[in-house]
């Protein structure tokens, strides 16, 4: 069975500092890889999506960046956070095909001062 | 227009009764439909899928859909305190990568 990890569970940050989250997905090949945020008591919004190594599209500009380095590694960075970037950051992955759900990571509570 | 919409709630129903959560999807081609359930601080988990016009029963789960009316809805039959969560809407959007709009969730309540 497939399995996705997402660390860490919480970070605190100052402003300024820089961002590193990873995301790994056990129990398959060639996943699609996602990257969501949800602010406190906003919906999902769809940061980044991978559909293969090295292949990355932004949906929202910001000072964001994903890089995904293996096939089921994919990483969340910033080379400097800013208030407005706290929120739920959770990773996911799904197979392509209009049929295939979202299989979510338990989230990385991010609280930016 | 929001693509996918639900109303936020909170929708309060007592303990044993149906709770019914609806959604509308403005892409008349989509194809896939699904409800999450999210627990406060948690991730959202799958709960149901539907692909087909109708009805889809799975245990006190049944989803609806109408892609006439373009709308999608989950009753939860004999709903327990433990129910109470935020349900999600997710709709696939047409296109190269197939990815899922989600609602911005309906908040449940389930009270003794």
């Known amino acids: 069975s497939q399995t996705i990890h997402q660390w860490p569970a919480t970070l605190v940050q100052p402003v300024g500092s820089p961002l590193s989250l990873e995301c790994t997905v056990e129990g398959t090949s060639n996943p699609n890889l996602y990257w969501y945020r949800q602010a406190a008591g906003r919906g999902l919004q769809l940061l980044f999506y991978s559909v293969g190594i090295g292949q990355i599209s932004s949906e929202v500009p910001q000072n964001l960046s994903a890089s995904r380095p293996q096939d089921r590694q994919f990483i969340l960075s910033s080379k400097k956070l800013l208030l407005s970037d706290s929120g739920f950051y959770l990773c996911?992955?799904?197979?392509?095909?209009?049929?295939?759900?979202?299989?979510f990571g338990n989230g990385t509570r991010l609280t930016v001062t | 227009q929001k693509e996918v919409e639900q109303n936020s709630g909170p929708l309060s129903v007592p303990e044993g009764a149906i709770a019914s959560l609806n959604c509308t999807y403005s892409d008349r081609g989509s194809q896939s439909f699904f409800w999450y359930r999210q627990y406060s601080g948690k991730s959202p988990e799958l709960i149901m899928f539907i692909y087909s016009n109708g009805d889809k029963e799975d245990g006190r789960f049944t989803a609806q859909l109408n892609k006439a009316s373009q709308y999608v809805s989950l009753l939860i039959r004999d709903s327990q305190p433990s129910d109470s969560a935020t349900y999600l809407c997710a709709v696939n959007h047409l296109g190269n990568t197939d990815k899922l709009i989600f609602g911005t969730g309906t908040r449940l309540q389930v009270f003794p």
């Open positions: 996911a992955w799904d197979w392509t095909g209009e049929n295939s759900p979202l299989h």
